[in-house]
């Protein structure tokens, strides 16, 4: 076990350095690229959550999981820095145990917890609009009480998994002197488990709930026109399932890598750090795809940039009509000289 290595290397007084949290610099160079990505991330997220407070349309209840699963990207960013200031500013040779044990523990579980739960936010979101497009239902009035049950057990299952796992044996926490912990799986079969309950099942029912909004589209597009017209309401879920499409294409390609690779490798290869740094380009992009995609905020930003213009357009005309007139002297001199030319000819 992990804290009984610690606990080794801290009595041995050899006269070196038995266990640091400090990075070695081979590890702190790997990591910039991700910290570029992660300072870029921040910006992107900073100004998507401003919208909340300038844009108080978007706050609805409608909008749940999306906020839900952005933050969860903002936790991992929160994860990241915290970790990345914690491994390179540490200067203690024997760290305190506890603090050193809740950070090894931290840096090994919680990014594959908080990705975990990324998935089954979408999932949960692509089923409420089944719901809302296929049976025109608003389950965010109609099932309150299902939608909390259903965040209780998304946010608390997959902690439980990994602690059942952990107190089990059937997982291990690694740490490298100088690098960074990560779990460890003893069989395949575990590894197998966790790859079908944190990517496969939830991809395969996402697909399929998409496949359903799609048919559901399409037969309705092949009524006779007698029989059907295209509506405002028809064409809003047409532009969510697009949206949702797109969405998930990106996020699949740039996510999955990270979880698929984090059960079969170590927390130091190059393979891990390729993969979260993919991940971490995808947490940049997701409040970009998302506000470019939806419809809501198209339309407010919109809305604010005719008020911005309006507004500096009657300023504009406001400061003509009360500008007082001004004239250069020498022009007054000429016009004085003018109307005395005129003067002495009449």
């Not at 903002?74 to 506890?98: G, K, Y």
């Not at 100088?178 to 488990?193: L, N, P």
Request: aromatic share 14%; glycine share 2%; charged share 15%.
């Amino acid at each position: 076990m992990y804290y009984m290595r610690v606990l080794a290397e801290l009595n041995d007084t050899n006269g070196t350095c038995p266990y640091s949290l400090l990075w070695d610099q081979s590890t702190i160079d790997s990591q910039r690229p991700a910290l570029y990505v992660c300072s870029v991330a921040s910006i992107a997220h900073s100004i998507f959550w401003s919208q909340l407070i300038f844009l108080p349309a978007v706050r609805n209840k409608s909008m749940q999981w999306l906020y839900a699963y952005l933050a969860t990207d903002i936790l991992l960013l929160f994860r990241f820095f915290f970790l990345f200031i914690v491994h390179t500013t540490s200067n203690e040779c024997i760290p305190n145990f506890a603090w050193s044990l809740f950070i090894c523990y931290s840096e090994a579980i919680f990014d594959n917890y908080l990705n975990a739960l990324e998935v089954y936010i979408l999932l949960a979101l692509n089923i409420c609009r089944y719901f809302q497009i296929v049976h025109n239902r608003n389950v965010y009035r109609i099932y309150v009480r299902s939608l909390i049950c259903a965040h209780l057990i998304i946010y608390l299952a997959p902690l439980i998994g990994f602690i059942i796992e952990l107190s089990m044996g059937s997982a291990i926490i690694r740490d490298f002197n100088g690098g960074s912990c990560d779990i460890a799986f003893k069989t395949r079969y575990i590894q197998i488990f966790n790859i079908i309950c944190e990517f496969i099942l939830p991809i395969l029912l996402n697909i399929i709930v998409i496949y359903c909004n799609v048919r559901h589209i399409h037969s309705i597009s092949r009524l006779p026109r007698a029989q059907h017209y295209v509506s405002a309401r028809e064409k809003y879920h047409r532009s969510l399932v697009i949206q949702f499409i797109v969405f998930y294409t990106v996020w699949l390609l740039l996510w999955s890598p990270n979880l698929i690779v984090y059960q079969f490798t170590n927390g130091i290869s190059t393979i891990t750090k390729i993969a979260s740094l993919l991940n971490f380009i995808e947490i940049t992009l997701d409040p970009i795809i998302i506000s470019a995609l939806d419809v809501r905020f198209q339309q407010l930003w919109r809305n604010l940039w005719s008020r911005i213009k309006d507004t500096i357009l009657c300023n504009q005309r406001n400061q003509i009509r009360v500008a007082p007139i001004t004239r250069h002297p020498n022009a007054l001199l000429r016009l004085h000289v003018q109307q005395q030319i005129v003067a002495n000819i009449t």
